[in-house]
């Protein structure tokens, strides 16, 4: 009895050490908090974004917008965002914004970020297509989107610290 109990252990410890990946081992993989998250239809890069107000802090996943061509696109043609998700528009340098809804199928709070950080202005429930372009309420160092409503709904508004 003891024999077969030894061989037992053996056997499973050999399994255990086949199975599990080594050191070098290609087919090993970083932890999911190590790897760059990446929007499934976008393909742009996912962050953590904070918007605080009142005590309060606000937690989303945004997509971030950096180059031309990524801007122009936004979030055109889209059907449905998540709650705590939206994009950053990084405006490097910081310069007066407006943003159109052409092509723009969901309603959206388009939040206009101070180059201190904090919320300028909002352009809430923006009109889906609409070419009517709300601007911000001076430079800008970023724009943020969210569900339109969403901004109302968590007490986010001007004066609102906004970190990514």
């Known amino acids: 009895m003891k024999i077969e109990n030894m061989v037992r252990t053996a056997l499973l410890a050999l399994v255990l050490t ?6 070098g081992d290609a087919a ?7 790897q760059a998250a990446v929007h499934p239809v ?11 107000q009142g005590g309060h802090v606000h937690r989303f996943r945004v997509e971030v917008a950096r180059t ?4 122009a696109q936004g979030l055109m043609f889209r059907t449905t965002m998540g709650a705590d ?14 943003f159109w809804m052409k092509n723009t199928v969901i309603p959206l709070d388009i939040i206009f970020i101070g180059v201190d950080g904090q919320v300028l202005n909002i352009a809430a429930n923006a009109v889906p297509y609409s070419l009517q372009p709300p601007p911000s309420a001076g430079p800008v160092k970023g724009v943020l989107e969210l569900n339109g409503g969403r901004a109302a709904a968590l007490g986010i508004g ?4 906004v970190e990514w």
Request: glycine share 6%; proline share 22%; net charge negative.
């Open 28 to 34: 090993a993989s970083p932890a999911p908090e190590q």
């Open 68 to 71: 031309s061509p990524e801007q």
């Open 18 to 23: 086949a199975c599990a990946p080594q050191a």
């Open 42 to 52: 976008s393909g742009l890069p996912v962050i953590p974004l904070t918007v605080t």
């Open 158 to 161: 001007p004066g609102a610290k």
């Open 85 to 98: 998700e939206g994009m950053i528009f990084p405006m490097k340098p910081p310069r007066d914004a407006a």
